[in-house]
């Protein structure tokens, strides 16, 4: 498969260096809220990449990370800085001050919902996937040897810094040069006195008396990881020093990415990540997605207006995954409603004899062999279901090998084919629900809703009362 390459800037034939495996190492969530759609968007490219290589007859093994601690506000990335954090807070230790629970029960609730988001979403497990938490000694390790290397210093604070300029090629998978960065390039106002050149960053951060989780005794005294050697740890130890594909967010590129390639490559002195493939960003009803805004969408979200999660995976495959583009609700509906005509004719097509069509096949192949082109696969797909000198056997058989690609769930039960079977649980939750409704308890009435919803019933509130739906 062809993809592009953000360090070659161009689109590039990629080749397992493994025969036979590739391996993808894929920035991963912070666990300190539910991620949203945007993000879910680049996790999305990491699932069509697997899928395509495994459909072209690869292995994959994919590793992606969960970062339980040291990704501060300050740290670009998944989000940006949320209003109203100090930017030197651990986005962990602030959700759970705010929830008034502990910093690892925070972070496992939010992976939960990591998982089951990724499931509504048809995206493939992961290989592993390792937490920051529990990656602590590799990353002690890691740093020890790249003081050792004199590519990092331990400052006068007992922080444990990286020397940029110890690392010549610093800055080409961005275009940044170090010359050129300014101080405080990434946030305004603080400059670190402990840092040998303002464009340092920290491995490993001493923590302040006032930080009572999240901390670890090391050689160089009590402290916690910074974000990007997280990365650079667990992606060596999982995957070697010869990993073919990196995937993650377009803000990622700098300075996360820079600093993991600057970290692992002089750690391993290889090239260790042979190609960095970004996703670009979202935009949601034209804005950008920020929770300070109130301009965030959750699959969640989607679910709770009892449409089907797919139709968030179809509406983002209707664009390649590095242009940037504009969810909308409009679009969610359409291809909530697409999904349902596909699957209301493949179900008729089901009884039907075929066999698969080789010139569609190739064409929509080659649309995705070619940087992931979903946009022409999805007009491929749309060419074919109206081809009426294509039989429908063949219609079925063919669209069927698509969707190993395109994880829509194809042959899935068409809304309005489904039937729900009203169990006593079922029942005793739908009677509940108007018992709230009626003592105008609204949260009670969502709770409710929301656990229906996990049971795969839909519910809507008309003139009628309660309209039950399947989901
Ligand atoms: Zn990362």
């Not at 459909?55 to 339980?68: A, P, S």
């Not at 509906?333 to 004899?353: D, F, G, Y």
């Not at 080789?358 to 999805?378: H, P, R, V, W």
Request: aromatic share 8%; proline share 3%.
């Amino acid at each position: 498969m062809k993809l592009y390459d953000t360090k070659r800037r161009k689109i590039v034939e990629i080749i397992a260096q493994t025969p036979g495996v590739l391996k993808i190492y894929a920035c991963g969530p912070t666990v300190y809220r539910d991620a949203h759609v945007g993000n879910m968007r680049t996790f999305l490219l990491t699932d069509l990449i697997k899928r395509l290589a495994q459909y072209q007859g690869l292995k994959v093994e994919l590793i992606q990370n969960i970062t339980d601690v040291g990704h501060m506000a300050d740290d670009a990335g998944l989000g940006g800085v949320d209003e109203g954090q100090a930017d030197t807070e651990d986005r962990i230790l602030v959700q759970a001050g705010k929830e008034s629970i502990d910093a690892l029960t925070i972070a496992r609730k939010y992976e939960e919902s990591f998982h089951k988001d990724l499931a509504l979403l048809n995206i493939q497990p992961a290989t592993q996937y390792p937490r920051a938490s529990e990656s602590i000694e590799l990353m002690i390790e890691l740093i020890a040897k790249l003081i050792a290397k004199n590519h990092a210093y331990v400052s006068q604070d007992g922080s444990v810094l990286f020397d940029a300029k110890s690392f010549p090629t610093y800055g080409q998978i961005s275009g940044n040069k170090l010359d050129e960065l300014k101080p405080g390039y990434r946030f305004v106002g603080k400059e670190d006195s402990n840092k040998k050149f303002h464009a340092d960053w920290a491995l490993w951060k001493k923590s302040s008396e006032s930080r009572t989780q999240l901390t670890w005794q090391t050689p160089w005294g009590v402290g916690y990881p910074g974000w990007h050697i997280e990365c650079s740890a667990m992606s060596l130890k999982f995957l070697g020093n010869k990993i073919d594909i990196h995937t993650g967010g377009i803000d990622l590129r700098f300075p996360h990415h820079e600093d993991e390639r600057a970290q692992s490559n002089a750690a391993s002195e290889t090239e260790v990540v042979n190609h960095w493939i970004h996703g670009e960003h979202l935009l949601f009803e034209g804005r950008k997605m920020s929770k300070s805004s109130g301009n965030v969408l959750l699959v969640s979200d989607v679910v709770q207006k009892n449409l089907d999660p797919l139709a968030i995976r179809l509406s983002l495959m209707e664009h390649r995954y590095r242009s940037q583009m504009d969810l909308t609700w409009n679009s969610i509906n359409a291809s909530h409603k697409t999904l349902n005509r596909l699957r209301e004719k493949m179900q008729i097509w089901s009884n039907k004899e075929g066999k698969i069509d080789e010139n569609y096949l190739k064409q929509f192949e080659s649309a995705l062999d070619e940087d992931l082109d979903t946009n022409k696969g999805l007009q491929i797909l749309r060419t074919l279901e109206k081809d009426e000198s294509v039989s429908e056997g063949n219609k079925y058989q063919t669209i069927l090998k698509f969707d190993e690609i395109l994880g829509l769930n194809l042959t899935a039960t068409p809304e309005n084919k489904k039937e729900i079977t009203l169990t006593k649980e079922i029942e005793t939750l739908l009677a509940q629900r108007v018992i709230a409704r009626n003592e105008k308890n609204w949260q009670k009435s969502d709770e409710i809703r929301d656990q229906l919803a996990q049971l795969g019933v839909g519910v809507k509130d008309s003139n009628n009362g309660q309209e039950v739906t399947p989901l």
